[in-house]
């Protein structure tokens, strides 16, 4: 028995390594970024915001060693796909527990202990119900927190869900389906919170450089598409017959065509 220091040992060591050098593992990784880009025409040319092009462009702006903490949905699954962090930037992110709430109160313990640098806070209209008392903590410690409410009305992982594998029948995940949310904007005046809008994409980059540069606490309500699809994502297939498989981590949806998918294949694949 190895093992893991061993084993992850004997395969660097290996000459049959699939992978190669790691110059030629950084070459194939480009080939997948330039042949599979996330942010495509269709992303970029909605009315509304697409979240993916949102986090390139909060990337793209927002300064060297800035403090972020992001939520749930599409806060989360956006983000790691689209935000490139840069030197001396943090991140704090709950993507493996994935609770609603988190991300205000992160960014509040964040702010604090770098006493009380500006922090960016990413999240969701429905996860920032779940501790929406914590802007009045915001409020009270006068903190520099820049908070961006992704707005898809309602929550985006349980519809896409209930989309895919039951035919569309919506339970608790929009207005219709019986999940109602406040506007966001009114909640943050009432708490005597600095607001701001965007609504399109040509409006983004004026109005994300707004928020990073305003000196206190500040609230920007993001519209985004409520039928915005959150991919490349790890998916199941339904057979005909209504039994489920579950696909491996190299196979995202939306599917390759098959084909296709074996050529970047560097080992077999696993049989369905």
Request: net charge negative; with cysteine.
């Given at each position: 028995?190895?093992?893991?220091?061993?084993?992850?040992?004997d395969?660097?060591?290996?000459?049959?390594?699939?992978?190669?050098?790691?110059?030629?593992?950084?070459?194939?990784?480009a080939?997948?970024?330039?042949?599979?880009?996330?942010?495509?025409?269709?992303?970029?040319?909605?009315?509304?915001v697409?979240?993916?092009?949102?986090?390139?462009?909060?990337?793209?702006?927002?300064?060297?060693?800035?403090?972020?903490?992001?939520?749930?949905?599409?806060?989360c699954?956006?983000?790691?796909?689209?935000?490139?962090?840069?030197?001396?930037?943090?991140?704090?992110?709950?993507?493996?527990?994935?609770?609603?709430?988190?991300?205000?109160?992160?960014?509040?313990?964040?702010?604090f202990?770098?006493?009380?640098?500006?922090?960016?806070?990413?999240?969701?209209?429905?996860?920032?119900?779940?501790?929406?008392?914590?802007?009045?903590?915001?409020?009270?410690?006068?903190?520099?927190?820049?908070?961006?409410?992704?707005?898809?009305?309602?929550y985006?992982?349980?519809?896409?869900?209930?989309?895919?594998?039951?035919?569309?029948?919506?339970?608790?995940?929009?207005?219709?389906?019986?999940?109602?949310?406040?506007?966001?904007?009114?909640?943050?005046?009432a708490?005597?919170?600095?607001?701001?809008?965007?609504?399109?994409?040509?409006?983004?980059?004026?109005?994300?450089?707004k928020?990073?540069?305003?000196?206190?606490?500040?609230?920007?309500?993001?519209?985004?598409?409520?039928?915005?699809?959150?991919?490349?994502?790890?998916?199941s297939?339904?057979?005909?017959?209504?039994?489920?498989?579950?696909?491996?981590?190299?196979?995202?949806?939306?599917?390759?065509?098959?084909?296709?998918?074996?050529?970047?294949?560097?080992?077999?694949?696993?049989?369905?």
């Amino acid at each position: 028995m190895q093992d893991a220091k061993s084993f992850i040992t004997d395969l660097l060591n290996s000459e049959n390594n699939a992978i190669g050098s790691k110059d030629q593992w950084l070459k194939k990784c480009a080939e997948y970024k330039a042949n599979y880009p996330n942010i495509t025409p269709e992303r970029q040319n909605t009315k509304s915001v697409d979240s993916y092009y949102f986090f390139k462009r909060l990337s793209a702006l927002s300064e060297d060693g800035r403090t972020f903490a992001f939520g749930n949905g599409a806060a989360c699954v956006s983000s790691y796909q689209s935000f490139d962090v840069k030197p001396n930037q943090r991140v704090a992110v709950n993507s493996g527990y994935a609770s609603m709430g988190y991300d205000l109160p992160a960014a509040i313990g964040a702010c604090f202990a770098s006493d009380k640098k500006e922090v960016i806070c990413v999240t969701g209209d429905g996860s920032i119900q779940l501790n929406i008392q914590e802007l009045q903590t915001i409020v009270h410690h006068k903190l520099p927190i820049k908070i961006f409410v992704l707005n898809n009305q309602g929550y985006i992982s349980i519809r896409n869900t209930q989309k895919a594998f039951f035919n569309g029948y919506f339970v608790g995940a929009n207005k219709e389906s019986g999940l109602g949310l406040p506007d966001m904007v009114r909640v943050a005046e009432a708490y005597g919170i600095q607001t701001l809008t965007i609504r399109n994409h040509e409006e983004l980059d004026t109005q994300i450089s707004k928020v990073l540069s305003y000196p206190g606490p500040i609230l920007c309500d993001v519209k985004l598409d409520p039928e915005e699809e959150m991919y490349p994502k790890l998916s199941s297939i339904m057979r005909e017959d209504g039994t489920m498989v579950s696909k491996p981590l190299e196979d995202l949806y939306p599917f390759l065509d098959r084909d296709e998918f074996k050529r970047n294949m560097i080992i077999k694949p696993l049989d369905e």
